[in-house]
């Protein structure tokens, strides 16, 4: 069975000793990532260090940085390269988030050089896409995440895609309390699945992780989840709060 998998986000949130405090509570508890689950605990640059200490312990947790440059080195000032990166021994990142997007005007095309840099570097990708409300609301959904696979993905080998992360977060459910319903998630996950098999294969298909992103919380993780495409979450605000993220976690399908 493909990885399920519960990432966190904590976007430009807490001080380092909040940080570490949230870090030693997730890490505190009996909850191992059980056989095919990952956790992934996505946390500002600074802090990528002393949270990769406190959870090294845990099997199945990993430290995900939020970003990473479209260039390997140069005079860039205020980026992080991928080669940093696995200096450090980091080996997963979120590309394409939809603040990025947003605010940092990624474009599809900055997003396929970020992918190219995170696997030159063997650091593996959590590709975020997903579409804003107007769209939604001209039921034009599809066609704009099939658009942002399209041109961020589709020149990797079949090697490449084998076991990738992609991540849908539908822009209108972030932050807002809103939710897609478990059967939009899963439609837009089928879709996402569907593209990757024509692009590619069946096998290839059934390998990649699609996790819902879009407000997740312990109360909706399980139905959520429990959609057959959907291989769980990315999770912002809640996974700020360990009595929220540790159950998040523990709705993860079992292997």
Same mark, same amino acid.
């Given at each position: ?48 260090? =002393? *949270?990769?200490? @406190?959870?090294?312990? /845990? ?5 995900? %940085? #939020?970003?990473?440059?479209? +260039? ?97 977060? =539908? *822009?209108?459910? @972030?932050?807002?309390? /809103? ?5 939009? %998630? #899963?439609?837009?996950?089928? +879709? ?64």
């Amino acid at each position: 069975m493909r990885k399920q998998i519960a990432a966190a986000n904590w976007k430009m949130n807490l001080t380092l000793q909040e940080a570490k405090n949230l870090a030693s509570s997730i890490a505190s508890q009996q909850v191992n990532a059980g056989m095919g689950h990952l956790v992934l605990v996505a946390v500002p640059f600074p802090y990528l260090i =002393p *949270i990769q200490e @406190i959870l090294r312990s /845990k099997e199945g947790y990993h430290v995900c %940085a #939020q970003n990473l440059a479209s +260039t390997n080195n140069g005079a860039y000032t205020g980026e992080v390269s991928a080669s940093m990166l696995q200096s450090l021994s980091i080996s997963y990142a979120l590309i394409g988030h939809s603040e990025r997007r947003e605010y940092n005007h990624e474009t599809n095309e900055i997003l396929a050089e970020k992918i190219n840099r995170a696997l030159e570097n063997g650091i593996n990708p959590v590709f975020c896409c997903g579409e804003p409300l107007a769209v939604r609301e001209e039921e034009k959904q599809n066609e704009y995440v099939e658009k942002q696979l399209k041109d961020s993905l589709s020149h990797l080998s079949p090697e490449q895609m084998n076991g990738f992360i992609i991540a849908y977060e =539908p *822009i209108w459910a @972030i932050g807002t309390g /809103k939710t897609a319903s478990s059967d939009q %998630a #899963q439609d837009m996950h089928k +879709t996402i699945r569907k593209w990757v098999a024509n692009h590619y294969n069946k096998e290839i298909a059934d390998s990649v992780s699609i996790l819902y992103g879009g407000s997740v919380k312990s109360s909706n993780a399980s139905e959520i989840f429990g959609k057959s495409d959907v291989d769980g979450g990315l999770v912002g605000g809640a996974s700020l709060i360990p009595a929220e993220f540790i159950p998040i976690i523990t709705s993860l399908k079992k292997a």
